[in-house]
């Protein structure tokens, strides 16, 4: 099983073969020490790291990247909105590298992502295995032409022409369901939510931008990190009435 090793500066590995030495740039752990549930550990120059084993989160930030990913500071904004729980049923479209559809699976109790592309296909099935999710399906169809999946809780899309899934997404969708799409220009925005607009059964909540920018906190010396996770998509927020 996997290891993860952190010091208390902060800086992390995932130790993948926990049944050979790893190196790194603090010196190498030996075989023997990886092979501990939990503990301490020092490299052969004395720098001291704990290890254990390692939680979703660690694994997650491991994934293969094909596609570009949805960030972790839209993930939440997603999971807060909508309240995805573990009774929730989700339909993702497109799947991309899948890191949307494997964190949703983490949470709700089933997600079913769509994706055309069969190389971005082969990355998520490879991240599914990598992540030991069960509750998780790829179907390889567009999402355009329909959802198999009805009485839907939630409908995520990373798509180029989103407002061309409403009609898809509506019969979908249960009463309440939300419907969230994730664009990078506001081109894109302006014609899902003006779409959006058009259709009765539709309720347009919101679109928001996340901007993320971390502090440097060393005893009195606090300020900005220089460089911040900046622009990276617009969520729009829907629900089915």
């Given at each position: 099983?996997?290891?993860?090793?952190?010091?208390?500066?902060?800086?992390?590995?995932?130790?993948?073969?926990?049944?050979?030495?790893?190196?790194?740039?603090?010196?190498?752990?030996?075989?023997?020490?990886?092979?501990?549930?939990?503990?301490?550990?020092?490299?052969?120059?004395?720098?001291?790291?704990?290890?254990?084993?390692p939680?979703?989160?660690d694994?997650?930030?491991?994934?293969?990247?094909?596609a570009?990913?949805?960030?972790?500071?839209?993930?939440?904004?997603?999971?807060?909105?909508?309240?995805?729980?573990?009774?929730?049923?989700?339909?993702?479209?497109?799947?991309?590298?899948?890191?949307?559809?494997?964190?949703?699976?983490?949470?709700?109790?089933?997600?079913?992502?769509?994706?055309?592309?069969?190389?971005?296909?082969k990355?998520?099935?490879?991240?599914?295995?990598?992540?030991?999710?069960?509750?998780?399906?790829?179907?390889?169809?567009?999402?355009?032409?329909?959802?198999?999946?009805k009485?839907?809780?939630?409908?995520?899309?990373?798509?180029?022409?989103?407002?061309?899934?409403?009609?898809?997404?509506?019969?979908?969708?249960?009463?309440?369901?939300?419907?969230?799409?994730?664009?990078?220009?506001?081109?894109?925005?302006?014609?899902?939510?003006?779409?959006?607009?058009?259709?009765?059964?539709?309720?347009?909540?919101?679109?928001?931008?996340?901007?993320?920018?971390?502090?440097e906190?060393?005893?009195?010396?606090?300020?900005?990190?220089?460089?911040?996770i900046?622009?990276?998509?617009?969520?729009?927020?829907?629900?089915?009435?």
């Open positions: 099983m996997a290891k993860i090793l952190m010091d208390r500066q902060g800086s992390k590995f995932l130790v993948r073969d926990p049944g050979s030495d790893f190196h790194t740039k603090f010196g190498f752990f030996k075989k023997e020490g990886l092979k501990a549930k939990k503990g301490k550990i020092k490299t052969n120059t004395g720098r001291e790291f704990s290890v254990f084993e939680s979703f989160i694994l997650y930030r491991k994934i293969k990247r094909g570009q990913i949805i960030p972790l500071k839209d993930i939440g904004l997603i999971v807060s909105e909508t309240g995805v729980n573990n009774k929730s049923k989700v339909v993702d479209a497109g799947a991309g590298s899948g890191a949307l559809a494997c964190f949703l699976a983490n949470i709700a109790k089933e997600v079913v992502t769509y994706e055309l592309r069969e190389d971005f296909i990355i998520v099935e490879g991240n599914i295995k990598f992540l030991s999710l069960k509750n998780i399906k790829i179907k390889n169809e567009d999402i355009y032409n329909g959802i198999d999946e009485n839907v809780d939630l409908v995520t899309l990373d798509l180029p022409e989103p407002w061309k899934a409403l009609k898809s997404a509506e019969k979908s969708l249960k009463a309440g369901g939300f419907l969230v799409s994730y664009s990078p220009t506001i081109p894109q925005v302006m014609d899902f939510v003006n779409e959006i607009r058009k259709n009765e059964n539709f309720a347009y909540i919101k679109t928001s931008e996340i901007i993320e920018r971390e502090w906190v060393e005893e009195r010396k606090v300020r900005p990190r220089s460089q911040a900046g622009h990276s998509g617009f969520l729009s927020f829907v629900r089915k009435i």
